[in-house]
């Protein structure tokens, strides 16, 4: 097969539509699998309900790592600490499945096919687990917004036909609200400096904008979250 990013950048109109409905009945498949259908699987960092222990061992987990985030902000935890101890009670009604962390068009192959495109392989699960579909949702609608090849993939008829695949198979894609948006935001960014000390032994590019970024999420969160 042929990557489908590929054949989405070099193509017209009609065949990125094809391949956004394609992307949204595989992520659709995907949260098929749902966490009582796989007890074995364990939960992960896609559970909004444990965000705060997520975002705390995120940010915490490792003691030099934690050392390295002092040093590009000295304020970061005492401020971290105080929003925390601040926080409202935050619930929200999960039905947990497989979530893929990664939905892309990098991640699957297709195969022309009478005029069609048929997947014919997906892959990198590496960041997958159980968890709430709406960080799918979050993720996705993010690659179209922030994608830069030529905006090509900032058309929103590929974000309405991705959702039409993905409805065509397991009815409507989880809808997403702000509350959920930030606890999303701040659950991943808290957790990406870690990846990258995890894999490189650094921390990413403009990391103090990250740590400024989850401030900002929790202070939303205390004063709206409900």
Known sequence: ???AEVIFESSGHEVRLELSRRLGEILATIHSTTATSRPE?????????????????GLTDLPEMKEAFQ????????????????????HVDEELCLVWGDPKFHNFLVLPDEGTMRPSGVFDFQTAGIGNPVFDTWYLEGNFRRSQADGIYRDQDYVGACFSGYSAIRGRMPAISEQERRLCDVVLKANGGRWWWVTAGIL???????????????????????
């Open 1 to 3: 097969g042929e990557l």
């Open 41 to 57: 699987l364990p939960a992960s960092l896609y559970c909004l309900n444990r965000w705060r222990e997520n975002v705390i061992h």
């Open 71 to 90: 040093a590009i902000d000295s304020e970061f935890f005492p401020r971290l600490y105080e929003l925390l101890d601040h926080m409202p009670q935050i």
């Open 204 to 226: 990413p590019p403009r990391m103090g904008d990250v740590l400024n970024d989850v401030l900002d999420d929790l202070e939303w969160l205390k004063v709206n979250a409900g």
